[in-house]
């Protein structure tokens, strides 16, 4: 998916009128079609160079999986040199159909509870990738005249650890002549990269912000998020305090529940203690299981009486609902499971493009 510009400009550049990127972007943004050949607005020879030039998607559908229930679609995406990452569409019972995307191939923050910190790291993602992901889940809704509701960054990566490409995405996703979707239907999470932190709340003041914390103090951050021994809680939380001074917008604390590792009440006590005064919420997060060894979720007991400690403190506090786990598609459980045998000369038939995507 490429700007609209972009993609005049590129149709001009070869004696194609521009208008036609305008009947490109409304079939596929509009009506949902995802294929040039669809598009019946075309003339053939306008198909088939775009078809050869300006392929729609960066990324092919390999395997899907869905949930038993039929809320969550998770998606294995093979990118044009062969790597893969996932993505997830979740559809909650108030109408909200949220995409989770990915960032980066892998991940090198390496937290311990994270499948995908245990992936070695490949590369970042360009802006065309990332969006892609969410509008190929897109045109599969409009087949039955649904939409994306709300996007966010919390997939294979870290996305502070790509800005630049991310940024793009997201006004990829915030343009008007594409999806068109609004500032704050949009949330990017990050570890904890305090640098841009600071700069994300001066680019993008109405998109919302979701820090992953997972511990009250330093000594249990450093035990399962090594991106802590860099930047430190103090130096997180100050940064946290300069994105709402900034933005004047909530953010949200991401704690994910480790059965004897930051579960105890003395915990819920200190992070009552260090997000004090700070507007916020708490998101607590049941742990889904995964392979690794040694980490479990802690029990809904447990789960219960911290979100209490928390709300008795004044601290806005939610659990979220976790979706998927039937197909490791729910918060943490997204690793590349999925060994496929493709060329590394031809990838799988694909005839490899340069960068230009509508």
Same mark, same amino acid.
């Given at each position: ?24 972007f ?59 990452i ?32 245990q992936?070695?790291f ?13 509008l ?36 990829? $996703? %915030?343009?008007?002549?594409? =999806? ?8 990017? *999470?990050t570890? +904890? &990269? ?80 260090? $997000? %004090?005064?700070?507007?916020? =919420? ?8 995964? *392979?690794?060894? +040694? &980490? ?15 709300d ?47």
């Amino acid at each position: 998916m490429r700007f609209l510009g972009d993609v005049r400009s590129r149709l001009e550049k070869n004696g194609i009128p521009s208008y036609r990127a305008n009947q490109v972007f409304k079939d596929l943004f509009e009506k949902g079609i995802g294929s040039y050949d669809d598009m019946k607005t075309l003339p053939s020879n306008v198909k088939d160079f775009l078809k050869n030039n300006v392929p729609i998607f960066s990324i092919v559908p390999k395997k899907e999986s869905t949930s038993k229930d039929g809320s969550t679609k998770k998606i294995l995406f093979e990118l044009n040199d062969g790597e893969l990452i996932e993505a997830v569409l979740m559809k909650f019972d108030d109408g909200r159909n949220t995409v989770c995307v990915s960032s980066q191939v892998g991940c090198m923050m390496n937290c311990k509870f994270c499948a995908t910190g245990q992936l070695s790291f490949k590369r970042n993602l360009t802006y065309e990738e990332i969006a892609d992901q969410v509008l190929y889940f897109a045109t599969l809704l409009k087949k039955t005249k649904e939409y994306v509701t709300h996007v966010v960054y919390m997939g294979m990566g870290e996305p502070f650890l790509n800005y630049t490409e991310v940024a793009k995405s997201i006004d990829m $996703l %915030r343009d008007d002549a594409a =999806l068109n979707m609004g500032s704050r239907s949009i949330t990017v *999470s990050t570890c +904890g &990269i305090v640098p841009e932190i600071k700069r994300f709340a001066e680019q993008f003041k109405q998109v919302n912000l979701a820090v992953s914390l997972h511990a009250p103090s330093d000594e249990v951050r450093n035990e399962i998020m090594p991106i802590s021994t860099k930047y430190p809680l103090e130096e997180l939380i100050e940064a946290c305090k300069t994105y709402t001074e900034i933005t004047h917008r909530r953010i949200t604390f991401e704690y994910v529940m480790l059965d004897g590792v930051n579960d105890k009440e003395r915990h819920a006590y200190q992070l009552a203690v260090l $997000l %004090r005064g700070l507007l916020c =919420l708490v998101n607590i997060i049941p742990y889904n299981e995964t *392979s690794i060894k +040694g &980490i479990k979720g802690s029990q809904k007991s447990k789960i219960d009486k911290f979100r209490s400690i928390l709300d008795s403190n004044h601290i806005q506090v939610t659990v979220r609902v976790s979706l998927g786990k039937d197909i490791d598609a729910a918060c943490g459980q997204l690793a590349r499971k999925n060994k496929l045998s493709i060329n590394s000369n031809n990838h799988g038939g694909r005839k490899q493009k340069d960068s230009g995507k509508v």
